[in-house]
């Protein structure tokens, strides 16, 4: 690898010294670099897009602590470019190197000496009230109108080049009957010339009425294309590394949440939310949650109820092909409750009593570039230790 992209946390990198330090380390060797800023003092959390990054990027580095990793593998995931955490932070689960190990490893990657783990990541995103069933019902039922005012066009345009070659049949009538009758042979002509100005008229609007149909149908196409991303701007899918969590805001009173799986009812869950968890995010909020600690190359999605309100709290472990829908319920007349949905920590979208959320296994993974054959385990355990003390 010779093309590298930095990803910094300029709050934990204060002047951006060690970014310029790496890149210009960097630079040395013959290889390209270039930083980028996802956090800084004046304007907080900056997010860094997939177009931001050049498309011949071939590594990642994100300088900061698990929180910058997690944020920038979940917005470049797109690229499917390899990405490794430089621990600038404080416990750092995730982020493979300390900032005194980067040298020598930007050494190994640029010699291709590196293991390569994908990580699953979660997909979501709030549904229509009417289903996508009824979507693609709308859909078929503009398109038939489109076709339908199609065919009326063409209709038209066919009537039009039937009346066009009446008119160029009456023309020749005239000029039949005009025999040898000078006189009447040139007012036939003439005759027969205001007809072909008819004629061509009635072409010419023929020809309009087809240009009408074509713009009629580019307007249907772009009215279409239109709707398609209102809707996906304001229902957007939304990816996650760690956890979406379903959780309660304001005062401190219960959520009801039902869930399904694969279009079956599950359970009520009533508490302070819900957090579905990959993998990788195990040893995040799920963690605290009382949740079950998972390898991260490990494939499957955990549901752990945050202060459930039962005496049996438990957290469930799903296969990570099933689709989960988690509607939110009501727990009183007025239907006023509100709550919001979070993707690794950030602020996805709000849902209010009777909206639906879908989550589930999203097409894309992480790609984590990783040097230590260290188990996870006794990652976690030295970790756990250095968090304790």
Avoid at 182 to 199: N, P
Avoid at 314 to 327: L, M, T
Avoid at 370 to 385: A, D, G
Wanted: glycine share 10%; with cysteine.
């Amino acid at each position: 690898m010779k093309k590298f992209v930095i990803i910094v946390n300029a709050l934990k990198d204060r002047h951006l010294a060690e970014t310029k330090k790496i890149c210009s380390y960097i630079r040395k060797q013959g290889a390209e670099c270039r930083y980028l800023v996802s956090v800084d003092e004046q304007d907080g959390i900056q997010k860094v897009s997939a177009k931001s990054i050049p498309q011949d990027t071939e590594c990642i580095l994100v300088l900061g602590g698990d929180g910058t990793l997690i944020r920038a593998a979940r917005d470049t995931v797109e690229c499917g470019i390899p990405l490794i955490g430089i621990n600038l932070g404080t416990l750092g689960y995730l982020c493979e190197l300390e900032i005194s190990d980067v040298y020598d490893a930007v050494g190994a990657i640029m010699q291709d000496q590196y293991m390569l783990e994908e990580r699953m990541m979660l997909s979501g995103g709030k549904m229509n009230p009417a289903e996508t069933e009824l979507t693609g019902g709308v859909s078929v039922k503009k398109a038939s109108g489109l076709a339908e005012r199609t065919g009326i066009s063409a209709e038209r345009t066919d009537i039009s080049a039937e009346r066009t070659g009446g008119l160029e049949e009456k023309a020749d009538i005239s000029a039949e009957r005009s025999g040898g009758l000078e006189e009447k042979a040139d007012i036939s002509a003439e005759r027969l010339g205001g007809l072909e100005e008819k004629a061509d008229i009635s072409a010419e609007r023929s020809g309009g009425l087809k240009e009408k149909t074509d713009i009629l149908a580019e307007v249907d196409i772009l009215a279409e294309k239109a709707a398609s991303h209102n809707e996906s701007a304001e229902n957007g899918s939304y990816h996650a590394l760690n956890d979406i969590v379903i959780h309660r805001t304001g005062s401190l009173s219960l959520v009801s949440l039902d869930v399904y799986v694969n279009g079956r009812y599950l359970n009520t869950f009533k508490g302070d939310g819900i957090i579905f968890a990959t993998p990788t995010g195990s040893t995040g909020y799920n963690l605290s949650a009382g949740g079950p600690i998972v390898d991260p190359k490990a494939q499957l999605l955990l549901l752990t109820p945050i202060n459930s309100h039962t005496l049996t709290p438990r957290s469930i472990v799903i296969d990570p092909q099933d689709e989960v829908v988690v509607e939110v319920g009501s727990r009183r007349a007025q239907r006023d409750e509100t709550v919001e949905v979070s993707f690794d920590g950030d602020h996805g979208c709000w849902l209010q009593v009777g909206e639906r959320f879908k989550i589930q296994r999203a097409k894309e993974q992480a790609r984590i570039l990783k040097f230590s054959k260290v188990s996870f385990l006794e990652i976690l355990r030295k970790k756990m230790q250095s968090n304790g003390n």
